[in-house]
C-alpha cells in the first residue's frame, strides 16, 4: 500500500520560501513518477512539478518555472518541493502524488507535468498560504 505524507506547509509573505516534504512508502514500482499538485479554492487541481524516480530531469508548470524546485532523496524515500519567490497566487492546497512510470517515461528518465487523473496515489495535503 503506497503512503504519502506532506508536511512543510505553512504561512509566509510574498517574495518569502517554504520547502514541502513528502514522505513516501509502500512503493512496489521499479519506476515511477512523483509529482506535485495544488489546488486553490474554487479551482482545478494542477500540477506544479515531476520527477523521475531515476536520474534528474524535471518538469515544471510555467507559472513556477525558476521559483519552485523538485528534488527527491531515494535514501530517505522523500519527495521535495523548494519554492522560492512566493506569490499570493501561489497559495493553495499543495499534494504530492506517484504513479508508475510509462514506457516513454522509463526511455527518456523523465517524467512530464500530467492531468491529475493519472495518477492514483495522493497525500492528504499541506496547506501553503501566501501574503501581500
Known amino acids: 500500500q503506497v503512503q504519502l505524507v506532506e508536511s512543510g506547509g505553512g504561512s509566509v509573505q510574498a517574495g518569502g520560501s517554504l520547502r514541502l516534504s513528502c514522505a513516501i512508502s509502500?512503493?512496489?514500482?521499479?519506476?515511477?513518477?512523483m509529482s506535485w499538485f495544488r489546488q486553490a479554492p474554487g479551482k482545478e487541481r494542477e500540477g506544479v512539478a515531476a520527477i523521475y524516480s531515476a536520474g534528474t530531469a524535471t518538469s515544471y508548470h510555467d507559472s513556477v518555472k525558476g521559483r519552485f524546485t523538485i528534488s527527491r532523496d531515494n535514501a530517505k524515500n522523500t519527495l521535495y518541493l523548494q519554492m522560492n519567490s512566493l506569490k499570493p497566487e501561489d497559495t493553495a492546497m499543495y499534494y504530492c502524488?506517484?504513479?508508475?512510470?510509462?514506457?516513454?517515461?522509463?526511455?527518456?528518465?523523465?517524467?512530464?507535468?500530467?492531468?491529475?487523473?493519472?495518477?492514483?496515489?495522493w497525500g492528504q495535503g499541506t496547506q501553503v498560504t501566501v501574503s501581500s
Open positions: 509502500g512503493v512496489t514500482y521499479s519506476d515511477y513518477c
Open positions: 502524488a506517484l504513479k508508475g512510470a510509462t514506457t516513454s517515461d522509463y526511455v527518456l528518465r523523465q517524467c512530464p507535468i500530467r492531468s491529475r487523473t493519472d495518477f492514483p496515489y
